[in-house]
């Protein structure tokens, strides 16, 4: 890069290829320039929406508009692209959640809900794809944290060090049955429970006795009551003796 000036596009206004940004914009999150092949996206947050443009500023479409459905906006405030997949995520700051559209704008899901517990947020904002470990990181700022989500996050919580467990999910996202597949180091009762965002449980299971090593259980998408998920972010925690792990999935209606 020589920094040599090349050119500019836009103007202040709410038609194709006009921005409006409402109050000071938060360094590096008005706007992003990543490119994957076919141009630009730019996020217009005081129009609450997502433009695209060709690499040489000129419109192709947009995407969003003001409110808190699927593909809806309040005040967006952050905007990554997912160059290994042609993905577009945004921070949807007002509506404390992120969601995912593909490189046309189709809605794909939503990650969130106000709060302050795991996967919730409070003014979300800055948002960074990691391509090769398949990982997000969204800076929370009401709540003074960054988290990351990721196909299978597997963290464990607490438990004597040295001990080896193994919790994971496929497919992840998926929209219909999911496979957990988890590793016990020794023989004993498990127990896998599955939560909202909010920390209602949604479904378990309680086996008294399993041997060591490697085990599956099919989740059909359904709470206990046979309610199905909706689209969110679903926490599965696995406990086995004094060990605990988690793993976050992405569930897709």
């Not at 023989?187 to 939560?195: E, F, K, M, N």
Request: overall charge negative.
């Amino acid at each position: 890069m020589t920094g040599v000036y090349q050119g500019q596009w836009g103007s202040a206004g709410a038609g194709d290829g006009q921005f409006e940004v409402c109050g000071d914009p938060i360094p590096g999150v008005d706007i992003s320039l990543e490119q994957v092949p076919g141009g630009i996206a730019a996020l217009d947050p005081g129009n609450d929406r997502v433009q695209m443009f060709d690499l040489a500023g000129n419109y192709l479409r947009k995407f969003g508009s003001f409110g808190s459905a699927d593909g809806q906006f309040d005040n967006p405030a952050g905007i990554i692209i997912d160059d290994e997949n042609a993905a577009i995520y945004v921070s949807d700051t007002g509506n404390s959640r992120i969601q995912k559209f593909d490189w046309n704008g189709d809605f794909q899901y939503a990650l969130g809900a106000f709060g302050s517990g795991n996967g919730q947020f409070d003014n979300p904002a800055g948002i960074i794809v990691d391509d090769k470990n398949a990982a997000l990181y969204v800076l929370d700022a009401g709540n003074n944290r960054i988290q990351k989500f990721g196909p299978t996050t597997i963290s464990v919580i607490d438990g004597p060090p040295g001990n080896s467990l193994f919790l994971s999910a496929a497919p992840n996202p998926s929209s219909g049955r999911t496979t957990i597949s988890f590793t016990l180091d020794q023989s004993g009762p498990a127990v896998i429970t599955l939560y909202n965002v909010s920390g209602r449980q949604l479904r378990q299971w309680d086996v008294s006795s399993l041997p060591a090593g490697e085990h599956h259980l099919a989740w059909d998408g359904l709470t206990e009551d046979g309610v199905s998920v909706p689209s969110s972010v679903v926490f599965c925690r696995l406990r086995a003796g004094a060990q605990t792990l988690s793993s976050q999935l992405i569930r897709l209606q």
